[in-house]
């Protein structure tokens, strides 16, 4: 009971603003689709940074962020047909064994430039190319990252994946020639956390939503050997040096989208399990968005939010021209 009082009052505050976002978008978007995701970012960033979130709420909001999402993107599994998506598999494979690397000496490198501690720089990179905040948070105790850093690095990670959010959409409403599987695979790619991926992806429509959700969940699954890396790198003579654990929710996601594929279960339960999938990353999409504190980056990390920012332009730019090269239909 204990439990669900301390959860139930911000997981309801979440609830209203998804709710109102939902409205905001049908009452607006006859002139204009910003899509209820991008709404409930901006309403979330704007609430925190203005009037800030009370106490009580906390724990919901970050209940929100962390469980809802899961599971919400373990349903979206039961949106996607497998079969049709592994057809892309080696060349999005590919994309995501260069770009994972790629980010992380990228990040450290440019770190040092601007006299970055390697370990802060280290964590910007893992949250840039791999899955966001939760990477950070999962890989701080790996490389035995002080708190400071982990809580500048998710700070930054959690702004720039905002921000990407909002310039991705606003990239899919203005009619580039990208195609659905293009535009699904630069933001599944390149979009810092699995939130901010999914919010983008799903702009252009549910096909580039599902791309972009099956490459990001392929750069999820880089989580381990990553830790293996850095573990190594930073901590030769520390045995005791703790590994992240295998993101059990990607293989649930992927389970689902085996089942949807087989047509296993009869398709109006699928279609309630998605429609439950979209109200419960919409609500995640709301608690990242009051999870960013703009007070914390410039207070404690305006080097290395530099460091962020070079890196994500250089990335995303970069990947777009590779995937408008490679991905052609």
Not at 41 to 65: C, E, Q, W
Not at 248 to 260: H, R, S, T
Not at 312 to 322: Q, T, V
Request: glycine share 8%; hydrophobic share 55%; with cysteine.
């Amino acid at each position: 009971m204990d439990y669900l009082k301390e959860y139930s009052s911000g997981t309801i505050f979440v609830l209203i603003i998804s709710v109102v976002s939902i409205f905001i978008n049908d009452l607006f978007k006859n002139y204009i689709n910003l899509e209820a995701l991008t709404i409930a970012i901006i309403i979330g960033i704007i609430y925190n940074n203005t009037l800030g979130i009370h106490d009580s709420f906390k724990p919901g909001v970050k209940f929100s962020l962390k469980k809802l999402l899961k599971i919400g993107i373990v349903l979206l599994g039961f949106k996607l047909n497998i079969k049709a998506i592994l057809e892309l598999g080696p060349k999005i494979l590919t994309l995501v064994l260069i770009y994972v690397p790629v980010t992380l000496i990228l990040s450290i490198l440019i770190g040092k430039i601007f006299k970055v501690n390697n370990k802060l720089s280290a964590l910007v990179g893992v949250g840039s190319c791999i899955c966001g905040a939760s990477a950070i948070v999962a890989l701080t105790p790996s490389i035995n990252a002080d708190e400071d850093d982990s809580v500048i690095a998710v700070s930054i990670v959690s702004f720039l994946g905002a921000a990407g959010v909002l310039i991705y959409s606003a990239v899919a409403a203005s009619g580039l020639n990208l195609t659905e599987i293009q535009y699904g695979t630069w933001s599944g790619l390149t979009l810092h956390g699995v939130a901010h991926a999914l919010a983008a992806a799903f702009a252009l429509g549910d096909v580039s939503g599902e791309i972009g959700t099956f490459v990001k969940m392929t750069r999820v699954l880089m989580l381990v050997p990553v830790s293996l890396a850095l573990s190594f790198m930073f901590n030769r003579e520390n045995k005791n040096n703790q590994k992240a654990k295998f993101p059990m929710y990607v293989l649930y996601f992927i389970l689902a989208g085996i089942i949807n594929s087989l047509r296993i279960i009869p398709t109006p339960i699928t279609k309630i399990l998605t429609k439950i999938s979209s109200l419960l990353i919409l609500m995640a999409m709301t608690a990242m968005g009051l999870s960013v504190n703009f007070r914390s980056i410039v207070n404690k990390g305006i080097k290395a939010l530099i460091v962020g920012t070079l890196l994500f332009i250089i990335l995303s730019s970069a990947s777009l021209f590779s995937i408008i090269n490679i991905l052609i239909e």
